[in-house]
């Protein structure tokens, strides 16, 4: 159940629409369903000898206004409080009594009408569809004086959760406050007229997030803008210093044909000028030195080279909100930087489900918790290596890459859902699971030919080979890991013998793999697990690349360790010499 809050300053104007045929959705059978006193005029349902609805109407609007009148110049501007409420498309369709009990609930409330208060506020709720009532209330009360409508939208929301559990309908999630604006009523209408598949607000938030991913100043960000289409006006300080900005879309203009503006700050909370500066100042990408394991062969195209930077970070950043640390808030702002780079770059095939998953998680990026050392540096840096670096062509090793890439994302969502969830976040908690899903599609996509080819060249290894890698894979996996929907271990044993063959220790390998962090929540854990190897071993993406062998007067199990540049809690036969400093995995 969905309350929108609105104020105006036309009682008779509203009661016109309400009452009328309806501007894009037809009004049908338009009736009071509660008022004030139980006995207001209902200009749908005039049962007078003579009715006429004009009058009618123009008597209820009178009613209304009464106080209003009565307080002269006491009263507010904005008089009329008009608040629309929708149930879900899946609920069940409530009676006139429920609207009604609905109508009452609201306006106790927030204020407006009291229980046994004989001096509140006029209002009444009026019904022309199935799915959703109207109410109007004038905001003075009977002794004249204003009503206390501190917060009213927030405790119209809290209203509505207790209704929906009370009434048996569909439960949404309590917001707080951090969500962006949603578009209203014109912009949508407006976005249908002149055919825009979304409204010009919606279009400029994503764009203006695009162009912050992975920006390393604040004039790469606004050369980003203007080079994604948009008009962008700035707000200086008599010192010439930047103090503001605001964006248009091209051909969005007001009846006076002028450019409709958005500052950032009405995109979204995150967006506006101070929080941009202070998000580029605390995670300067350039300042951060990627490791050379997590780039993988200079070889390898641009394109795969940056996904496998940023595996290797997102890893990180997913160990970071498994410690439940506060200051994991930070890194949720850099995966949200990271998938809208991805999205930016994916391959065509992928592109509609990674963006989907990008939007889906902006929600994840904003709650009231704050880190005290928001250091995203590493992070923004592998955003701006895949921006960098270009589009991916979504085969051979890039499109490979990008199926390691995101099967990685998809762990970092979960992760994200789970440490929303422990602090009460419930619709950021939401969104992170509703990306993890568009994750999923876009992996499932996107690993199709790889994985295939790995199960063929898994399936064409000699018999012996194949029973001992199956050995291996049973004896490194817990009792408990078997999932039914995993089809067989072909793949698995097909990068083990790879990696054999270039040189790796495949039960070392392995059993380091596993203990980088939990499977639990992985969909299928052979694909985690397939690309994990392929990472840590610097195996080809794609199976049809050629593998390369570790460096010379390095153990198989102590290479796999160095190029991964994180110490992890692999057997101690395979960690290297402390005696030794060539040995020893650089500190993280």
Known sequence: MVPKIRRGSRTHGLLVYLYGPGKRDEHTDPHLVGSWDGFAPDPGRDTSPDPDPKVTLSRLAAALDLRVKQAGTKAPAEHVWHCSVRTDPGDRTLTDAEWNTVARRLV??????????????????????DDHIHILATMVRGDLRRPRMNYDFKKAQAECRRIEQEMDLRQLKPGDGTGAKTPTSAERFKAERTGRP??????????????????????????????????????????????????????????????????????APDLSYPKIQRCLADGTP?????????????????????????????????????????????????????????????????????????????????????????????????????????????????????????????????????????????????????????????????????????REQGRALPEAQRRTYETTIHAALPENSTRADTNTNDALAATLAQAEQAGHDPKALLQEAIAMRELDTAEDMNDVLVWRLRRLAQLPAHPGEAARRPQAGTSRAESAVNRTGVRTASPAATRPAASDPRNRPPRR
């Open 108 to 129: 106790q409330a927030v204020n407006l009408a009291p229980e046994g208060d004989p001096d509140g506020c006029r209002w009444v709720a009026v019904r022309h569809a």
């Open 198 to 267: 979304e409204t010009p607000r919606e279009t400029l938030r994503e764009a203006v997030r695009q162009a912050v991913a992975g920006a390393a100043a604040e004039a790469e960000f606004f050369t980003r803008l203007r080079e994604a289409g948009l008009r962008v006006k700035l707000r200086h300080a008599p010192s010439g210093d930047v103090l503001g900005y605001t964006v248009a879309l091209p051909g969005d203009r007001n009846r006076d044909r002028e450019p409709v503006w958005f500052a950032g700050s009405t995109l």
């Open 286 to 454: 350039d300042a951060v030195t990627t490791p050379q394991a997590d780039t993988g062969r200079s070889d390898w195209p641009p394109p795969a080279r940056g996904r496998r930077t940023a595996t290797g970070i997102a890893e990180r950043a997913a160990i970071r909100l498994d410690s439940d640390d506060d200051d994991a808030a930070a890194q949720l702002v850099g995966v949200g930087e990271l998938l809208d780079a991805v999205a930016q770059t994916s391959p065509a095939a992928t592109r509609a489900e990674l963006g989907a998953a990008a939007r889906s998680f902006e929600r994840a990026t904003r709650s009231h918790v704050r880190a005290e050392r928001a250091d995203t540096r590493a992070i923004r840096s592998a955003a701006r290596g895949i921006i960098q670096a270009g589009s991916a062509l979504g085969r051979g090793e890039d499109g490979g890459t990008t199926a390691m890439l995101v099967s990685t994302l998809v762990l970092v969502a979960l992760a994200a859902a789970r440490w929303h969830s422990a602090r009460g976040h419930a619709q950021q908690a939401e969104a992170s699971r509703q990306t993890a899903e568009h994750l999923r599609a876009a992996y499932r996509q996107a690993a199709a030919t790889p994985m295939q080819a790995l």
